[in-house]
């Protein structure tokens, strides 16, 4: 990380971060006053739209039903598959609280991201000890990609959007399916709220 100079903030961002193990600790030796925040979406939503990035690259890849479930008979899921393991969010934070408080995490939700960026951005503005300049005169609702961007910054061109790669129409899956996997989830998102006092909403 570069050198941060009094009234600088320096901010990074990787999402295998928060699932990788040896994370915490490394992030804890190198400074245990760093601030965490922590983009979740509902789980079952984050599998297909994981699945979905994949198979955009390797359309060979097999459906996402075979790849959720080790037995498709008795429902079994597999969680060996990066795609169901990285939204057992309890999971992960559990690793983290070994090394850092709760205090030092700020949980922002992806749906409220998408319905009501300028609140989530007041809350990462507020958690940074920022004067809040994002607000919503910043955002517009892009129909095509179905999320919000950023307005047309000053000197710039034309408005800022997420990459090609978001907001790609996910693939039709099986009802039965999605159900197996809210119920699979359900213990985990209850413990997930549990731990961070904050209730997502994800059925």
């Not at 990787?14 to 789980?43: A, C, G, N, Q």
Request: glycine share 6%.
């Amino acid at each position: 990380m570069p050198r941060t100079l009094e009234g600088q903030i320096t901010m990074e961002k990787t999402p295998s971060y928060f699932i990788t193990k040896e994370s915490p600790r490394r992030v804890h030796s190198m400074s245990r006053h760093t601030k965490l925040i922590v983009v979740v979406r509902d789980p079952v939503t984050r599998a297909i739209s994981d699945y979905t990035q994949t198979l955009s690259k390797s359309p060979t890849l097999p459906s996402f039903q075979r790849l959720a479930f080790r037995n498709t008979t008795t429902g079994l899921i597999d969680t060996s598959w990066s795609a169901i393991r990285i939204g057992i969010y309890a999971k992960h934070l559990e690793n983290w609280l070994r090394y850092f408080p709760l205090s030092r995490f700020l949980f922002v939700s992806g749906e409220w991201l998408v319905t009501d960026p300028a609140g989530e951005m007041g809350r990462v503005q507020d958690f940074l000890g920022l004067k809040r300049v994002v607000t919503d005169k910043h955002f517009y609702f892009n129909q095509t990609k179905g999320f919000p961007c950023l307005k047309k910054p000053e000197g710039s061109s034309r408005p800022r959007c997420l990459g090609k790669s978001k907001g790609r129409p996910h693939p039709l899956i099986p009802s039965e399916v999605l159900l197996k996997l809210r119920d699979f989830y359900r213990p985990f998102n209850l413990k997930f709220y549990q731990m961070t006092g904050q209730d997502f909403g994800w059925n």
